[in-house]
């Protein structure tokens, strides 16, 4: 008799690590492959090993190409894994840029520790080069939302629209179970009902068995609209004053997102002409490909429209996108009103670190937080009020305004996670990951509130027969 079960090692009670994998007796299919995220050594233990044989991986469908989902993929063909990895086309074209700089990341964080340490002896090994970067990338196979295919000789696969970030897919699992044939959905991130550019989650049909994200099982988000109004006002006083807004931003959808509402208060005229710098080499790169895509289905009706309008959604006349490190060094000595949108999101690293170090003792600044700040990251001790911060290993005060638009967020909050349960209706189970423990209690409960039977919270490792 057929068998089938799924099992959990990565981001089960956790947000950060996806990794699911689908066992049937005809193959091994494993559904995403992300990195965790955390404290180095923490981190560092969970990444380098895999709780399977990479070399037992028959295929691999992945999600969407966020770190914590695509992370591991170069590991896992280094380390001996041969099987297509299957993906939406931007799925795969952003996943590749994001590998790349993930490896040249712990290249050169290796090259740092190593140099600081020489004298103890003590030295780190990245986990993974560019190279098996590339060597990932070369294992993609495009499909398309809806595009029928097989990873595994008996399973049926689709990939529907997630509406999390460009190109993010559902997968859609049809295979043999000793009780006969079953459906699985796993929803990767799921996106909101309402966002700026991308479609709303496509419910799936005849689900028996769903495994489901659940980071923000315990939250409500703000309304979208709240943003572009806040926006507006800072950049009202920004103007007055001559100060600059720095906004920390993640390179994928955030910076976009701020971007479109710029251009839209623009087109309103309810903003001045202020001068705007994408100052992020990863953002230029997603911004094309957000470009070359905004025809796609994976965006809403509202904004191909507006697109097919406005002609250039991302750019306008005050918009400077820039690459090379002279540019981005050349706005510190740029005088008056601007806006600086930057990376990392959580200013971790990169430049946003130097657009910090230079404005933070100006009271004219405004530093604006746009998504979520993890405990122990400078934007989230910036977002707590603290009058001292440290930056390359030099205390700044911090005289700067610190604002947060709680209104962004690529993530499903509480209600659109119940309702889209409920809309999918599993009949035989619900799995939920990528949740800290405390949101997926919450969400547990509100599902068993609302009547949703067999809500499964899998601990890491564990495994579950499917029937
Ligand atoms: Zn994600």
Known sequence: MAKARISFHGAAGEVTGS????????????????????????????NRTFRFPPASVDAVLLSHAHVDHCGLLPLLYKNGCGAPLYATPSTAEISAIMMADSARLQEGDAKFYN?????????????????????????????????????????????????HVLGSSMAQLDLETPGGRRRLVYTGDLGREETLLLETPQPPKNADYLVIESTYGDRLHEPLADASGKLAGLIARAWKEGGRIIIPSFALERTQEIVLIIDKLRHERLIPDIP???????AVSLTEIFNKHRDGL??????????????????FAYIRYLRSKEESQSLNNRRGPMIVISASGM???????????????????????????????????LQDGEKKVRIFGMEHEVLARVDTMHSF??????????????AANPARGTFLVHGDPDARAALAGALAAGGVKNVRCPAMGEAFDLD
Do not use: W
Not at 19 to 24: A, I, P, S, V
Not at 32 to 41: E, L, V
Not at 276 to 282: A, G, K, L, T
């Open 115 to 163: 140099k600081l340490h020489a004298a103890e002896r003590l030295t780190i090994e990245p986990l993974y080069g560019e190279d098996d970067a590339r060597l990932a990338e070369s294992r993609f196979r495009h499909c398309a939302y809806g595009q029928p295919f097989e990873p595994v000789p008996g399973v049926s696969a689709a990939f529907l629209n997630a509406g």
């Open 347 to 381: 200013c971790e690293g990169g430049r946003i670190l130097h657009h910090l170090r230079n404005n933070l003792e100006k009271e004219t600044t405004t530093v604006l937080l746009a998504g979520y700040q993890a405990q122990g990251t400078l934007g989230r001790r």
């Open 409 to 422: 967020s690529s993530h499903a909050d509480r209600n659109d996670l119940v309702a889209f349960v409920k």
């Open 276 to 282: 705007v710098y994408v100052d992020s080499p990863m």
């Open 19 to 46: 990794r699911h994998l689908l066992e049937t007796d005809r193959g091994r299919v494993l559904l995403d492959c992300g990195m965790f995220q955390g404290h180095r050594n923490d981190a560092d233990a969970k």
């Open 298 to 315: 994976c965006f809403n009706h509202k904004f191909r429209e507006y697109a097919r309008h406005d002609g250039d959604p991302f750019g």
